[in-house]
């Protein structure tokens, strides 16, 4: 007779890991299946040539120091009973929107952020107060209008369109699912965890905290599978009156369950349930956005040969904003836009010995797919030549790394896929999200992107969540 379990968890991404923990405090039967060989989902890492790469982390975003109330980071370490000092978080020296003609600085302190918008749009003080008051007294965590867009409400505040544009670059790249604009509860999320919270970085890394988080789930009795991937949710009943029953796994193996949560997406855990329920996923359930990322070692620290002190550069060449998928072109990537961090850059107790800087930008999946099912060297040779004209765009708002480059790796959404499961690279998930986390089939539910909440805080938080509400609700 198969194994039955209280709740099954598939995905041992943020969100799974964290509902794990909720649901085995609790006493519950838990079982995490991971089809990966390393948890961690979205953020996790690989070892090269001796090294440990980070996957996904640019930041630990909602940062908050130890004491302060009524933040997510304290209520997430609350309701998974870690302590603060335990995740050594160091937080950002600042970091940057930049603009050809405009820079905009913040730290973890607003004062410095509001003195900028005043320092570069006199003007605008006024409106951006107004803006400010609205985010803080909006529940974005319950939001009464999930499908209204920011630029439409940005545009009722403030009248500058560079400040609108630099406003929604940060908060588009990441964060949002939807081309071109951003679901104003998201900006809302977003704005206060970069403004008002702020950014940190775990010392040594996300490896830390996933030993933090896979020790504490396991201590509590939850199990834990890996290279187990899901091939079926199997159902009982029939018609109106199916509901999820368990899964059967790509070995073959059937586990029985009271209750599924899935953070594997909306379509493909539709399509995990069968033909029926796989049609009733629509454009808008399937990610659509994705990103190539290059890492850079250099034998010296940002600070050392090029005077850069931020954590984080979000850049744009022009004075407007474009976020979508890119045509194919040469490169496959935007190279008009994207990401620089910067580990170094963030307060630690023992200082990396090396350089680190990410490089972040928007790609075409569908031409990334295609390479990659060719020739090994062919996307080889054209993930490196594409990295190369991004780095050219980037050099023009950081230093250049590649005079003290000793080492490289990069990733596509070909990666994404392989590695995660998402569709396409999709790394925000569906446009589309579903913030209750209920599907058409009772007794499954999602977590994770596709339900809603952003960055690594939220989607611990979403995990957690989902499972006060879902199975926990009678009890907790």
């Not at 649901?23 to 991971?34: H, N, P, S």
């Not at 009973?81 to 302190?109: K, T, V």
């Amino acid at each position: 007779m198969a194994d039955k379990y209280d709740v099954i968890l598939i995905g041992a991404g943020m969100s799974g890991l964290a509902a794990g923990i909720r649901l085995a405090q609790y006493d519950k039967r838990v079982l995490l299946l991971e089809r990966h060989y390393l948890w961690g989902g979205l953020n996790s890492f690989y070892k090269r040539r001796g090294r440990i790469f980070d996957v996904g982390l640019h930041a630990l975003t909602n940062f908050a120091p130890r004491g302060r109330r009524g933040v997510p980071l304290t209520k997430l370490l609350r309701q998974l009973r870690i302590r603060h000092e335990d995740l050594q978080l160091g937080e950002q020296r600042y970091s940057e929107i930049a603009f050809p003609s405009e820079r905009l600085r913040f730290s973890n302190e607003f004062a410095l952020f509001e003195s900028e918008i005043a320092r570069a749009f006199p003007t605008e003080v006024d409106g951006f107060r107004r803006l400010t008051s609205a985010i803080f007294e909006y529940d974005s965590f319950a939001p009464a209008d999930p499908d209204v867009l920011a630029r439409k409400v940005l545009s009722e505040y403030l009248r500058e369109p560079l400040l609108i544009e630099m406003l929604m670059l940060p908060m588009c790249y990441y964060g949002s699912a939807i081309p071109g604009d951003i679901a104003w509860y998201q900006f809302a999320i977003l704005f206060k965890s970069f403004y008002d919270e702020g950014f940190a970085r775990p010392e040594g890394g996300i490896r830390p905290l996933l030993d933090i988080l896979v020790k504490r789930y396991k201590s509590l009795g939850g199990e834990l599978r890996m290279k187990s991937g899901v091939a079926e949710i199997l159902r009982t009943g029939c018609g109106d009156s199916q509901r999820a029953a368990g899964v059967r796994l790509d070995s073959g193996e059937e586990l029985l369950a009271d209750q599924i949560l899935s953070s594997a997406g909306f379509a493909p855990t539709m399509e995990m349930c069968g033909a029926e329920m796989a049609r009733k996923v629509r454009p808008t359930d399937r990610g659509q956005l994705s990103f190539n990322e290059t890492v850079i070692v250099t034998d010296k620290p940002p600070l050392t040969f090029g005077n850069y002190g931020a954590a984080i550069t979000f850049f744009n060449d022009c004075e407007t904003f474009a976020y979508s998928s890119p045509d194919p072109g040469v490169w496959g990537i935007d190279t008009r836009s994207g990401v620089i961090c910067s580990p170094n850059n963030y307060a630690a107790k023992e200082p990396l010995k090396e350089g680190w800087m990410r490089f972040t930008a928007l790609a075409n999946a569908e031409h990334w797919e295609q390479l990659a099912a060719g020739p090994r060297e062919e996307y080889e040779s054209h993930k490196y030549a594409a990295s190369q004209a991004f780095l050219d765009s980037a050099a023009r708002f950081a230093p250049d790394p590649r005079p003290f480059e000793i080492d490289r790796d990069a990733f596509t959404p070909h990666t994404i896929r392989r590695f995660s499961g998402h569709p396409r690279g999709a790394v925000y998930g569906a446009p589309n999200k579903r913030l209750d986390g209920t599907t058409d089939l009772p007794g499954l539910f999602l977590m994770g992107t596709d339900q809603g909440l952003l960055g690594v805080v939220g989607a611990m938080l979403s995990g957690i969540s989902m499972a006060n509400r879902h199975s926990l609700q009678p009890t907790a």
